[in-house]
Every structure is written in structure tokens, then in C-alpha cells.
């Protein structure tokens, strides 16, 4: 599992990046037939395809994002992914990846004269179209990766401003997602916590995928479990570790820190505490 967008910018072999205030601008175009794997959201990640196929999995969801197509991701989402080049186009897969913080998306709603739009309900993740502007903007961008000496910071907040005042004119549902991710809609604890305890998501990022401060989570949490999300979220993990080494052939080290576990000695400890055996016992 790739962090995203930390594992690409600082990872064995580095994507092309752009960088502000902590956000960046991922540029991936390679020649490949398929590439495949999971990758976790650290930050809100907006996934322009501009040649190639990508298939991304969530959950029961799945996501066909083609040439010229779109989608906006949550942060704090394990998200599986297949990548597959144009084959009439030498296998080319091209892609634009924005990771979007929450005090980008909070400047720029705060600062446009653009009239937000009062949510009903929850807008769900999907697909979409670019418009000519959106494909000519994504064009835009590809000189800035090539020199990155030219690239001034003011520059690229103007690049990514402009960017969320094309979805905002654009795409109205996707315009509502922007605004769902600075505020999000309150959502059931139990299917939260249920649906990505076995991702390496922090209490924080639970809090958020609910719609709540991470006070209000802890306290609702425990109203809901009679324990902390903390105690309950390990023992989850553990018997999800268990499972995994009895019914994968996974390294013990790849199942400690897909679960979240930080390091392989303390996972092996509190593993052996709780199931009475060592994990490499278990997998014997």
C-alpha cells in the first residue's frame, strides 16, 4: 500500500511533483500495459486522466475514470487502483494528481464570490466529464513539471485557484463535493468505523469521515461501544492481523502496517498478548 501523495514524491522512484504549502501536483505518465496496487489518501485527492484507463475499487464502489474523465477522492480512503495505457497510443497512461488540504479548499471558498450552494444531503463520488477548460487547463500544467526553476509559489496558487474556479463553473456536482469535503455531512459511526478500521486511518481521520470534531467522535463513540474507538479499533486490527495470516501468504511485516500498526516489534508484542501466540506462530 502507497501513501499518497507522500510515497510518490518521496518514495524509491520519485513522480514528477509540484509543491504548495504542503499540497502538491503529481504528474504520472508512463508507458506501461497495467500497473496495479492500493493506495491510501493522506489528502483529498482530485484524479484527472488525460490518456489510459484508471479503475479505482472502494469498498463495494468502483470507479472507471477514461480519457479526458475525472474524480474528486476523500482523504483517509484505501483506495485499490489498476492502471491500464492507451494501446493506440504506445501503452501510455498520462495523469494529473491534486492533493487538496482542507485550508486550500477553506481559502478558496472563503475568498471567491462564487455563491455556495446549500447541500442536501450527501453528494456521492463519481466519474466525470472535462470540459474544454478543464482539458486546456490539465494541458497547462504539463510545462511546469519539465522546469521546476520557473515555478514560482504565487504561480501555482494561481494554477490550482484557477483549477477550482473551473470545476466551480463547470461541474456543479463536483463543485458540491468541493464543499462537502470542507464540511462534511455527519455520518453513522458504526458504518465508519466498520467500513476502513483495517486501513491506516488515525482517530482524527475517523472524526472526519464522520462529520465530527474528534472530541465529539471519542465521546459518540463510546456512547455507541461502551469502550474507546482507540481499544476497539487495535483489538478490530488484531483479529483482522489473524485472519490475514491464516488465510494469506503476506509477509507479517506487509500485514503490520496495512493495518496501521508503526513498527513490526510493538505489532508482534500486543499481537502476542492478545491471541496468546507470536504472529509467525500463527502463520506455522
Known amino acids: 500500500m502507497i501513501k499518497v501523495p507522500t510515497s510518490l514524491i518521496s518514495g524509491p522512484s520519485p513522480q514528477n511533483a ?12 508512463i508507458h506501461s500495459m497495467e500497473a496495479k496496487g492500493t493506495m491510501y489518501l493522506e489528502e483529498h485527492l482530485l484524479l484527472i486522466v488525460l490518456d489510459g484507463t484508471a479503475t479505482l475499487s472502494y469498498g463495494k464502489q468502483q470507479y472507471i475514470v477514461g480519457k479526458n474523465q475525472m474524480i474528486l477522492l476523500k482523504k483517509a480512503m484505501a483506495v485499490k487502483y489498476d492502471k491500464v495505457g492507451n494501446p493506440d497510443n504506445d501503452n501510455i497512461y ?36 472535462m470540459n474544454e477548460c478543464l482539458v486546456a487547463f490539465a494541458h497547462s500544467m504539463k510545462p511546469y513539471f519539465f522546469d521546476h526553476s520557473v515555478v514560482q509559489p504565487g504561480q501555482l496558487r494561481l494554477k490550482i485557484m484557477e483549477l477550482l474556479y473551473d470545476l466551480a463553473d463547470g461541474n456543479r456536482n463536483m463543485f458540491l463535493q468541493i464543499i ?26 475517523l472524526a472526519y469521515l464522520s462529520g465530527r470534531s474528534l472530541s465529539s467522535f471519542k465521546r459518540d463513540f463510546q456512547g455507541i461501544y ?33 493495518l496501521g500498526f508503526e513498527n513490526i516489534s510493538h505489532f508482534s508484542r500486543i499481537f502476542k498478548e492478545y491471541h496468546g501466540k507470536a504472529p509467525t506462530v500463527v502463520r506455522h
Open 180 to 205: 462537502q469535503l470542507h464540511e462534511p455531512v455527519r455520518a453513522d459511526i458504526r458504518h465508519v468505523v466498520e467500513k476502513n478500521y483495517a486501513s491506516p486511518v488515525s482517530l482524527s481521520e
Open 94 to 129: 498520462d495523469s494529473l494528481m491534486f492533493s487538496l488540504k482542507d485550508d486550500l479548499l477553506k481559502s478558496f471558498l472563503a475568498t471567491s464570490e462564487i455563491k455556495i450552494p446549500k447541500i442536501e444531503g450527501e453528494v456521492k463520488t463519481d466519474v466525470y466529464p
Open 226 to 258: 461502551n469502550m474507546s474507538p482507540a481499544l476497539w479499533i487495535r483489538e478490530k486490527r488484531l483479529e483482522k492481523a489473524k485472519e490475514m495470516l491464516e488465510t494469506t501468504q503476506l509477509p507479517v511485516s506487509e500485514i503490520c502496517y496495512s
Open 18 to 29: 509540484l509543491m504548495l504549502d504542503g499540497c502538491s501536483v503529481i504528474e504520472q505518465c
